[in-house]
């Protein structure tokens, strides 16, 4: 509204059973929206005659889509004037697809950025009316550029978009040439594979981080791994996976490692298989881990 639009509504997922007791829980979206006092529509599937019927009803100038997580039909691209306008999370067409921001991290990008654009019947395959950059911070997870993307989406679009509406701003086709993919992240990918080099393994786990948590068997048992750091030191004979002696001979202060195929990688933050997350001090303070256990996997 502070940006001259009125929003009539607000479409979001349904509500999912979650936790313990498999309550139904309602998306932030829905309890942001009902907190402004926005309808709210949560239709199953989107050809729902009554669902269509109440949006035709509305007669929208423009459709803001993020991060809805089903394919949108064409009768809702062509319900508004303007169209459906997404912000997707990476500088089209690079990364396309469901997991950009991971993929971006796993790939070692160190710049991405966002995409504002029409959507189409192809997967992010629309014209683009705006990227803006942003550079990948060192160390960071997926979980941190996502939220930094968010509040970067946030202060972009409400600039962008009358003039998308008015038509004063025009979409330019993408280079199908230059495009390449995001897949979604697989359970068999948070598996560490230990005889990968460190700088490799480290993106994995700021890919998996926190949600759902790039893991490791130790004693049989999962261990996510969820914060690292690779270190210039050279795994001195020690296999894939060996936890290395928890104090050097030359450094005065502990330290948690483990060995990969090249250089090793410091454990900071774990979190073992029914336990909640925690330093690498808690973790040995708990566990009385020795050097030269191992880490298991691939698992």
Not at 156 to 178: C, F, H, T, W
Request: charged fraction near 25%.
């Amino acid at each position: 509204r502070e940006s001259g639009f009125e929003i009539p509504a607000v479409v979001c997922r349904a509500d999912k059973p979650a936790g313990r007791g498999m309550k139904a829980v309602q998306p932030p979206v829905k309890r942001f929206a009902e907190s402004r006092g926005l309808p709210v529509f949560q239709p199953l599937k989107m050809r729902d005659p009554d669902f269509k019927a109440a949006m035709k009803k509305l007669k929208p100038d423009v459709l803001i889509v993020v991060a809805y997580g089903l394919i949108v039909p064409r009768w809702v691209l062509e319900l508004a004037p303007a169209g459906c306008i997404n912000v997707h999370g990476s500088l089209l067409p690079l990364l396309r697809g469901a997991a950009p921001i991971q993929r971006a991290i796993l790939e070692g990008f160190e710049v991405t950025g966002i995409s504002i654009m029409k959507l189409d019947k192809g997967m992010d395959t629309g014209p683009v009316f705006h990227r803006t950059e942003m550079a990948i911070h060192p160390g960071e997870t997926a979980s941190e550029l996502h939220d930094r993307m968010s509040r970067l989406s946030a202060e972009v679009l409400p600039k962008v978009l009358p003039s998308i509406v008015s038509g004063e701003l025009q979409a330019q086709a993408q280079d199908d040439s230059q495009a390449t993919y995001a897949d979604k992240i697989t359970p068999e990918m948070e598996c560490i594979d230990w005889a990968e080099p460190a700088q490799v393994v480290d993106r994995v786990v700021r890919c998996m981080s926190p949600r759902p948590g790039a893991f490791s068997l130790l004693r049989d048992r999962r261990l996510k791994i969820l914060a690292t750091r690779p270190l210039p030191d050279e795994p001195a004979g020690a296999g894939p996976g060996v936890i290395l002696p928890l104090k050097q001979p030359d450094r005065k202060e502990r330290r948690l490692a483990v060995a990969c195929g090249q250089g090793v990688l410091e454990l900071l933050e774990v979190q073992p298989e029914g336990k909640r997350r925690m330093s690498w001090v808690d973790f040995l303070a708990g566990y009385r881990i020795a050097g030269g256990e191992k880490l298991v996997g691939p698992c």
